[in-house]
């Protein structure tokens, strides 16, 4: 059983996050608020998103899982506006979802979720965390964009920067320790990433948040935030792209 | 002879009214004011539009028909700004209407209206009657959009509903009494209806118009509403679909 | 050796003017601003423009010229905000020019400008005089480009006219000695330009700027204005396109 109602606001940032991803999520849903583990198709990142009851006006639920076609919550959301409820109730009889906003009632088949295996999120050793705001770095991956499909992050000492190079051209953002909420290194700390993978989390981000990032060398990156009032969570893992040269 | 003088939002309102079903209108002019009647090439919906002299800033006409290409009349429209004046004079000779906005002059060509007779209205005995504002459908009809291509409308006691269904997933919207100007029925009253031509009309409408329905069983379902404050009048008829199931 | 700094609204000004003709451009640049001449791929139309040292918050410059690629700089313009600060660094060594827009450096390869001849701008002896608001000739650009693809330019007595004709419609912009600043003839300068080239560079140009226009029969037209508190100069000519009537 699960039944909820939310800010539209609050659904929409937990939306835009996990379609960076996949097209379909599969909710983990306890008494005490819901959680989804997903990989995109080619294995490159991950995402761990877990959501208090207390992100939501009204959770009551029992254990169960619910799986939904992301596109289809869009649909209901380009419906409401900001500050607007949404309520949602599972149909389990239909294995359906059931969304309220306003006077619209949207029922949408469920997705089969028992071929969906949460996958497993591996402990990592990452030895540099750099903590900054978002908006931070939203600059500088729209103009790696322009010359790259890579980009490589660096910690050193009090830096972090964002570097990419095309043929040509490259572009290069760096952070300094006042532009920064944090940074602890142990020596450099390098790695490269698929630019689109990454661009496409740091976009999706709203700016206003902080983020928290582990770096290692040719390692995973792993990025976390909150939302909701710190009561939503989002872990997210993006695997190295290996260097050539 | 004919030679007037309107508000581009007056003008504009009319276009795009009648552009959801045809490209070219012929316009049977009177002295007292005009009045177009359209069908769409697929003969599924049907417009009567009629226009009071007073609705313009100035008009002078003899009775005569004019046949625009609708296109042209929004080029010019994209011209004017929200308040601008636009002058509208035939030149006869030249089976031309010119158009002024401003410092701007555009002749166009008349289109030949020897062709376009005009459809013959049908008498219609339609059972159910609502009145509300065409805002309170124009949410329900984006939500159906993403869920099927045709739409039913049910007027029955109180309440007024539309209902969309797909394969997987349905939308429908309800209307009670208090969310109504008006609702009088004889018993239920149900059609369906294609979702295109009905969406089309509906986003056309201004947001602030009230709308008065026509409802029967399995009939085509009359949409009236005024503009330019009660000086135009819009009557549309939309056949329904015969449902198979 | 070349360093500069400048708002990036002025630089974005220049870049828009200069992009309506060549995709990439040679900078001439002297220790008091720089100079820019270029045609067309078709040749046309040309542009001949010149800032002055004054239209940058800094500038330090031997006599050299850089090639540039200027979508590039458009790249780089799109990371900076209305009022934002973009500092140019010529790097001799690796022939590159370096952009730094707040935190963000971008380094970009100079085009090659050993085949990039200067072109003779060719002096015109041209009747008619017209000064006037660009606002007032924006619109009927607009107007035409629905009728058209050619613009007859006349200047007659009092009086500078915009006219284009196409198979079936017409448009005209007459604009009378009180829309004009300034209007000087010797009889009627009349000719016919592609409506392409006038149109974009009409409305790449500042909607409050005033543009001096040099007219003859049948000959090229010059529209001269000037950006950046009169430190920065465009002339442009434009090749008439011959009447076949």
Same sequence: chains 1, 2, 3.
Avoid: C, W
Avoid at 11 to 34: R, Y
Avoid at 191 to 200: E, T
Avoid at 221 to 245: T, W
């Amino acid at each position: 059983m699960f039944q909820a109602k939310i800010r539209s606001d609050t659904l929409k940032g937990i939306v835009n996050i996990i379609s960076t991803l996949v097209d379909e999520a599969k909710f983990n849903i306890q008494p005490d608020g819901m959680n989804l583990k997903a990989v995109d198709p080619a294995h490159v990142a991950m995402i761990d998103l877990s959501i208090k009851k207390e992100a939501f006006e009204e959770y009551i639920a029992d254990e169960t899982n619910i799986g939904v076609d992301l596109d289809k919550i869009k649909d209901v959301l380009k419906l409401a506006s900001s500050g607007d409820i949404i309520e949602m109730t599972q149909d389990e009889e239909k294995s359906r979802l059931v969304l309220k906003v306003g006077n619209i009632v949207r029922r949408m088949n469920l997705v089969d979720t028992s071929s969906m295996a949460d996958p497993r999120v591996p402990e990592l050793n990452l030895p540099a965390y750099v903590e900054l705001a978002v908006s931070e770095i939203q600059k500088g991956i729209k103009a790696a964009e322009s010359v790259s499909d890579h980009i490589a992050l660096t910690a050193d000492g009090d830096t972090f920067e964002l570097f990419s190079e095309g043929d040509t051209d490259s572009v290069n953002l760096k952070l300094e320790k006042s532009q920064l909420v944090e940074i602890k290194t142990e020596g450099k700390a390098r790695s490269l990433f698929p630019l689109d993978y990454f661009s496409n989390l740091v976009k999706a981000i709203p700016s206003d948040t902080t983020v928290r990032i582990n770096l290692g060398n040719n390692y995973p990156v792993k990025i976390m935030f909150n939302f909701a009032d710190g009561n939503g969570q989002v872990g997210y893992l993006l695997a190295p792209r290996i260097e050539s040269d």
